[in-house]
């Protein structure tokens, strides 16, 4: 299979009413694992890369990785730009095969992420490159970021002209979810989630995915949630296996054996976390 593109997953998810799951990952096992996971698991599965980490593994050579994997994935395999507020970043993305990215204006004033996401679909159309924005803000715990406060939420009328103005393939929305490890399980504003999807037709994402209950999550999946960003669990999932695996067994095993010691973990969280997802392939 080639790549598939995030808005055709998008589309099939919203029309079966629940959610496809999208990891970030950083390097070779993480993607290689989501893509395991995902075959074990018969879902379509979306990689996300942080641009931060083009410090460390260029787009192109992510962008090819996941290619390459998902040419030969017996399911969908998507990639998508995570979190990017700047628009020479995500041209480089674009540039270097980026199929799908995320123009973040949600820290700015509506008119002026309006701006900043329209330039981003404006040029992203030219590629036929999908583009998710975001309305309201979704926060990191790690800064103190009042997830229960309602001020933060996305207002759906503004959802609705959010999405007509700037023509984004999808919409990040706030409704009580937060980045990072909750120090107490987010209550979720369903009814909010709600009022946001029956204003505007575009799929709705959700962000800070780790930790929210799984009750929570089938319920926000039922009520206009087609993308779920997941990332804080799973990396911490992969450091723990490398803190043990050189704990453990530093100096006393081929180094070769670290690979089967990380991946089946995480090949097993991937398709546990998948089951989520009603659409089977
Ligand atoms: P978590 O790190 O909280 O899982 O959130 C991930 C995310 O939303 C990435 O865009």
Redesign the pocket.
Known sequence: MGIESVKNLLDAAQKASTSVI?F?ALDYDTVYACVKGAEAARRPVIL?L?PAMNKIISFRAYAELVKTLARDASVPVALHL??CSDYDTILAAIHAGFTSV?ADGSALPFDENVAFTKSVVDVARAFEVDVEGELGH?GQ?AAGFAYNDKGTFTVPEEAALFAEKTGVTSL?VAFG??????QEPPDLDLERLQKIDAATPVPLV??????IPADQLKKAFRMGINKF???????TLYEGLLHRFYTEKFGTCSPFEKFPFVREPLVAYIADKLQLCALTV
């Open positions: 999208a970030d996300m942080y995570d979190h995320m979704v715990v990040a979810s937060c980045h990072g490890a909750y959700l962000h800070g995915g780790s930790g960003n997941v990332a804080t669990e799973y990396i």
